[in-house]
């Protein structure tokens, strides 16, 4: 008799193992009805899950079995909510909490007290990427120091040079950051990557350059006395259907540390918006590594959509990485299919884990600088978390003439490999440098906020030989100066000795109503020699109301990153300004990237106690 239960139990259990997932879609809104972005949605006793996107949607994988979910944000209290069959869910969080909930998921039911759920049935909801939300220890993420840039005497040095950047690794890094409920690391924060992030509205170059430069001068909102000297270069835009054809190469890490969800399952569905914009013209080559790299996928047309995401859905996770290894067989497809006249890139999506094959960085970096020379660019894609390798990504994709990005959700692909996808992958100008002097009639001294890995000596700027940073269609690079004006006392500058054999003024014209002059240096993306233009800018200040959305949202994402690396230089910064200030300047915001920033300036604001009694 026993035996029979048994058999029935074991059938009963097979049957029900059978029965398959369901998807549970839904909104989250906050008392006021507004979108919240950044919410845990997790099963009740589990870790699985996923966020909610920008505009407060959620897509959830769960067993035919779960009868709830656990909604967390810093700021709210959580909430757990049962889900039916057929559950599309509208949750609303409405009592901000006043002590901070830890985003640990636990098997036990939540308080519920003060808060209301709503269920409404509707026909469809937008899916996003159902990933993995959990704590994860960043103690083994590396990532490069970052010595910020202090104030420099004009009379000393009046000449300063960086290359541009167009990466926007560390924004969306930053962002995984705080809606996992953790304060980033400070040298994971880069603030001029977190500006240039976002799109800025400049003047499209209409000369015979294809970049065009703009300045606006105005006060320091959190150093009184200062003024802030906002600088805007804007890449032409090219129309996807003029682009030149792409030759391809998907170097893709299948190595056991990209087994998590928000690793290679993202990367797969990164990958798949990309190819959706491929046109026949364009060819596509996959290779895998781990252990020991192979080719997944030969050039094949653009246009074979369904064999190139086929090929994507075969990728498994498993084993070492030879990193290097993959680079080598990648570089020679992209070598052996090379279009004389096209776009020719490696794409390297990793955590950056490289931990077998040509693993020595600077052997790895020779090898991408001949690359690059041979008209071979490199960009890559950063994914996932506890053990990445901001610090090995950033500095290959730097040597290869290409972008790094990271992405941490479906929504970052979409705007890598579909929003953006000239400025992604076609290069406008290449080794773009930008050399300011300053009249040490007007300034007495200045800092550059950010751009410290980006600093280059004086003389470099007319070295055609030195690599900079290069800038695709459509591109924007927007660089903020903190000067201090010629007679303004402040603690930033100590005492400098004046200069015994150089002029009174250090050879300035005192007459000169220019503050400062610009200059910029590029390349044609097919030159070796580099092209000089320059734009001086007016000792004019304007007050900061009156400035452009673009000065104003720009300042407010660097006082963010002041804030969020405990600047030494963050003056009078506070959240709570930061958020006034994004909120006046968000003009369309299409996409909803400047309500999002607001969003997580909230939740840095929640999680910092040092500014707990300043909101």
């Not at 303004?488 to 250090?506: H, R």
Request: proline content about 4%; hydrophobic content about 40%.
């Amino acid at each position: 008799m026993k035996s029979r239960v048994f058999i029935l139990l074991a059938l009963f259990l097979s049957a029900f193992a059978l029965i398959p997932d369901r998807v549970i879609k839904g909104t989250v809104t906050d008392g006021s009805n507004a979108p919240l972005a950044g919410v845990s949605v997790s099963l009740q006793g589990g870790v699985t899950g996923t966020v909610t996107d920008r505009t407060g949607h959620f897509s959830i994988r769960v067993p035919n079995v779960a009868r709830a979910l656990v909604f967390r944000k810093i700021g709210y209290k959580a909430l757990t909510v049962p889900v039916a069959s057929d559950s599309v869910l509208w949750v609303k969080l409405i009592q901000p909490a006043h002590e901070l909930d830890e985003l640990t998921v636990t098997g036990q039911s939540l308080p519920q007290k003060n808060m209301s759920v709503g269920f409404e049935r509707v026909a469809s909801a937008p899916s996003t990427f159902s990933g993995m939300v959990m704590q994860m220890p960043h103690e083994t993420e590396s990532y490069k120091p970052v010595n910020e840039n202090g104030f420099l005497s004009v009379g000393q040095q009046p000449v300063t040079t960086f290359s541009v950047d167009v990466d926007r690794a560390a924004y969306s890094n930053v962002r995984r950051f705080l809606n996992n409920g953790q304060m980033p690391p400070p040298d994971a924060v880069r603030i001029e990557e977190m500006i240039n992030y976002f799109d800025y509205n400049y003047t499209q170059p209409a000369g015979e350059h294809p970049i065009s430069i703009s300045a606006e001068t105005t006060d320091s909102p959190w150093n009184q006395g200062l003024k802030l000297v906002h600088i805007g270069l804007q890449a032409k835009t090219v129309s996807t259907e003029n682009l030149p054809a792409s030759n391809l190469v998907f170097l893709i890490d299948v190595s056991g540390s990209m087994a998590n969800p928000n690793k290679l399952p993202l990367l797969k569905q990164a990958f798949k918006l990309l190819a959706d914009q491929l046109r026949s013209e364009d060819k596509i080559s996959i290779v895998a590594y781990a252990g020991s790299a192979g080719l997944v996928l030969p050039a094949t047309s653009g246009s074979e959509k369904k064999l190139i995401k086929d090929a994507l859905d075969k990728l498994e996770a498993g084993g070492s990485t030879a990193g290097g290894e993959g680079i080598e067989l990648a570089y020679k497809l992209a070598k052996d299919n090379f279009l004389s006249k096209g776009n020719n890139r490696v794409i390297l999506a990793t955590d950056g884990d490289f931990n077998v094959g040509i693993s020595n960085e600077s052997e790895l970096q020779k090898l991408i600088e001949e690359k690059r020379k041979a008209g071979i660019f490199l960009s890559v894609m950063g994914f996932g978390m506890g053990n990445y390798k901001d610090s090995h990504v950033e500095t290959l994709a730097d040597k290869g003439n290409g972008n790094y990005a990271y992405i941490d959700n479906i929504q970052e692909a979409r705007k890598e490999f579909v929003q953006e996808f000239g400025g992604t992958l076609f290069t406008i100008a290449k080794d773009v440098k930008i050399q300011i002097e300053f009249n040490p009639a007007h300034v007495q001294a200045y800092r550059l906020i950010g751009y410290e890995n980006r600093a280059l000596r004086n003389d470099e700027f007319h070295d055609d030989k030195k690599d900079a940073g290069d800038m695709g269609s459509g591109h924007t690079v927007t660089a903020i100066y903190e000067i201090v004006p010629k007679g303004v006392t402040t603690t930033f500058i100590g005492k400098v000795d004046a200069l015994k054999y150089q002029s009174k003024n250090g050879g300035s014209t005192t007459d000169s109503d220019e503050m400062m002059t610009v200059k910029v240096r590029y390349k044609k993306p097919d030159s070796e020699k580099s092209v000089l233009f320059d734009l001086p800018v007016k000792a004019t200040s304007v007050d900061f109301d009156k400035c452009s959305e673009n000065l104003r949202f720009a300042t407010a994402v660097a006082e963010f990153g002041l804030l969020l690396r405990g600047s030494e230089f963050k003056g009078a910064a506070t959240y709570s300004d930061v958020i006034r200030r994004a909120r006046s300047a968000f003009g369309k915001d299409e996409e909803g990237y400047r309500s999002e920033f607001v969003q997580l300036v909230k939740v840095a604001q929640s999680l910092d106690g040092s500014q707990m009694s300043r909101k």
